[in-house]
């Protein structure tokens, strides 16, 4: 079945919420064509009380509902600015594919039905934009018994398989996660590997007052401790079987702290240690997926740290380890790339997760839709 054709944009904060990513993507049935993008930052005191909700064992509802708000008035004035920016007016857009910022990702476990809770109001999206909104994409796949979560596999496929050989596309955001595809066109898989760049992050700017550690400098000239390293591999994330999606409730600096607990361990040994976490914990989950002939490619925010990106090569040689740029996406723009394409499917009511990855009980069409005063070119 062919999709409808046209200009969507893709929005959205990620785990480390440093930025909101606004981006304008041309997707017809051949592919997507990037339009012009934004990475506008968040506003220092909304980003600590989001930062300080994500961390909130017991969240008030109130400011919930007050950051909900201000959150969908940022993501929305972030549209306003992207197309100001490529001279696109806003009847031209069909719809905006919103993901919003995940305050609590809690997957099903025995017992407990699980759920997955983003905001950024998507009506304060629709009002102020008057473009059509597509948006809460995680929670209609949890419903259905999934991790609503990874759901770039789907995506990736789309964009990136291959016919000739086997590929996995790396997502390294605040949480790490895979997508593998096989070049037979069998059974696309895929999961969240653990952290990516979010503990990385967190303890950078805890002792270093900047937001990242840039190329991985800091951690560069550290020693990784090897028996911290034990240690946090020892989490039972890594050796549960998929399907299996995680965040900033499983790993976050009071887990990293209990750990620390009694050792001498500096801080910017710790930065090299966490560094060779995420690329342990990638390696181990990418090297039993494809052969040496197949072949890895690269995005998220993590495609831009050296350290990182020589380390997986290494450790992944001879397949080879590339940006998506390479396969016509930028890596700064894939994730936006795909919440586009998922506000495509969904006014399609085409499915957008994928059941093999999820787990869920069958494909489902994602997200609700909220109504702009332009049309929204359903036909």
């Known amino acids: 079945m062919a999709g409808i054709d046209g200009l969507f944009v893709g929005l959205l904060s990620g785990t480390s919420i440093d930025a909101i990513d606004a981006a304008l993507f041309s997707i017809t049935d051949a ?16 980003k600590t009380e989001l930062l300080q909700l994500t961390e909130c064992h017991v969240a008030p509802i109130d400011a919930i509902g007050a950051l909900d708000r201000r959150l969908g008035a940022c993501l929305a004035d972030a549209v306003l600015q992207l197309l100001a920016h490529t001279r696109t007016p806003r009847e031209a857009v069909r719809a905006i594919g919103s993901h919003g910022q995940t305050i609590r990702h809690r997957p099903p476990r025995t017992g407990q039905p699980g759920f997955s809770w983003q905001i950024g109001d998507p009506h304060t999206i629709a009002e ?11 929670r209609r796949d949890v419903a259905a018994g ?41 059974e ?20 270093r007052g900047a937001d990242y550690d840039h190329d991985g400098a800091w951690a560069r000239g550290g020693r990784v401790d090897g028996e911290l390293l034990a240690r ?39 930065q090299a240690t966490l560094a ?27 495609a831009h740290n050296g350290l990182l990106m020589e380390r997986l090569a ?10 998506t740029a390479t396969l016509g996406i930028d890596p700064d723009w894939v994730e936006a790339a795909l919440f586009a394409w998922l506000a495509r499917q969904t006014l399609d009511s085409l499915p957008g997760n994928l059941p093999s990855v999820t787990g ?20």
């Open 31 to 46: 592919g997507a064509r990037l339009e012009g993008a934004l990475a506008l930052p968040v506003p220092p005191d909304l």
């Open 128 to 138: 102020t934009t008057g473009i059509c909104t597509v948006a809460d994409f995680r």
């Open 146 to 186: 999934g991790q609503g979560a990874p759901l770039a596999p789907g995506f990736h496929r789309w964009a990136f398989a291959s016919t000739a050989c086997d590929r996995v596309v790396l997502n390294i955001g605040g949480m790490a996660n895979i997508s593998v595809l096989p070049a037979t066109g069998g």
């Open 188 to 207: 696309v898989h895929g999961f969240d590997t653990g952290p990516g760049n979010a503990l990385l992050d967190a303890w950078h700017r805890r002792h």
């Open 232 to 270: 946090l591999l020892g989490h039972p994330y890594f050796a549960a079987p998929a399907p299996k999606s995680t965040g900033r409730e499983e790993f976050n600096l009071d887990w990293l702290e209990s750990l620390l607990h009694g050792t001498a361990t500096s801080p910017q040994d710790v």
């Open 276 to 302: 060779a976490l995420t690329v342990a914990t990638i390696t181990d989950a990418i090297e039993p997926e494809i052969p040496t002939s197949g072949e890895v490619f690269v995005c998220g925010g993590g």
């Open 314 to 323: 290494a450790r992944l040689r001879p397949r080879p380890v590339r940006s």
């Open 360 to 379: 869920a009980k069958h494909a489902v069409t994602l997200g609700s839709i909220h109504p702009g005063a332009v049309p929204s070119h359903r036909e």
